[in-house]
């Protein structure tokens, strides 16, 4: 029968099942959550900084100078650091992926590979727990629900090699933005920056996150294009207090003064923040398993099936 045809009626009194939602989110509060995300970009732009800032917790250890005259330490192999965040009785579980500096050596050819191998790994992974026979009741989850793509704040324009592996990442994983070290610019420098990026980005059709869906209401429609309008986030990470006006708040010292970092008139972290956590933390997720997943599962299926007719035949 067509839901059209459905015709919807109300209970004459109450039976209860409107209590579904309340035992859905018991059943996900034991189960806990998972969040996988992937932090790309050149060495020495902030990104463990800004991850330990985002969830205001120290989980991965900062490759920056401990002293002034110290060179920049540099991750050398794609790593994952593990976490389990618990906040008002919610347990997140937080896989941190960090990447090498790309785009550091004289020759930066294909340098992009092996960030995108591992993300499609971890679908190849998914994938082969799910045609298991005997599979698990919950398949353990490493897909990449967000890559957080640090951009360097030079005031120009985008590098070449940032196009490249922009384009290359938005087919396969969601691709978030950021102005690394935006204190390092004017305030006027900063939306001009912004404003060139978002015209590349648009002139070369990299499509990023997030995107729109016939399912999704007006009021999301209009949130999603707030946050298209404000890519890429221009922000500061810090895990130091400060002292302004006598509080302590998060944040450094430049040469314009102090950056609050979550003072909105500062930078953009506050938004950044609220958009991977408190807005679009599901949506990342299904996105990943609708979208970048069933891409790649469509393409497996349809080549395991290409290679299984020459052996019927």
């Known amino acids: 029968m067509a839901t059209a045809d459905v015709q919807e009626i109300r209970a004459t009194s109450y039976v209860g099942f409107d209590s579904i939602t309340q035992q859905i989110e018991h059943k996900l509060l034991k189960r806990g959550f998972q969040f996988n995300v992937i932090v790309v970009g050149q060495t020495g732009l902030g990104k463990s900084t800004l991850i330990n800032t985002i969830f205001a917790s120290h989980l991965i250890d900062s490759k920056g100078r401990r002293e002034a005259d110290e060179p920049v330490r540099q991750t050398t192999e794609i790593q994952t650091v593990s976490h389990v965040i618990t906040e008002n009785g919610v347990r997140l579980r937080l896989n941190i992926v960090d990447t090498p500096g790309y785009g550091d050596q004289v020759n930066n050819e294909n340098c992009w590979d092996p960030i995108i191998k591992y993300i499609k790994d971890q679908h190849s992974a998914y994938l082969r727990k799910e045609l298991t026979a005997m599979r698990d009741r919950y398949i353990q989850d490493t897909r990449i629900h967000c890559c957080l793509y640090f951009i360097n704040p030079t005031g120009h324009s985008l590098r070449p090699i940032d196009v490249i592996v922009m384009k290359k990442l938005s087919e ?129 299926l349809l080549a395991l099936k290409e290679n299984a007719r020459p052996q019927q035949a």
């Open 172 to 300: 396969v994983v969601n691709v978030v933005p950021v102005i690394a070290k935006a204190d390092s610019l004017t305030l006027e420098e900063r939306e001009s920056f912004k404003q060139k990026i978002r015209a590349e980005l648009f002139h070369h059709s990299i499509r990023l996150y997030p995107f729109d869906t016939d399912e999704y209401d007006e009021e999301e429609v209009q949130l999603n294009e707030s946050i298209r309008n404000m890519i890429p986030f221009a922000v500061v990470g810090s895990e130091r207090n400060v002292i302004i006006s006598g509080k302590a708040v998060r944040g450094r010292k430049n040469r314009w003064g102090v950056v609050n970092v979550e003072d909105e008139t500062h930078c953009e972290f506050v938004s950044l923040r609220n958009f991977l956590t408190r807005t679009h933390l599901q949506d990342l997720i299904e996105t990943t398993a609708q979208i970048h997943y069933e891409a790649f599962r469509s393409k497996q």
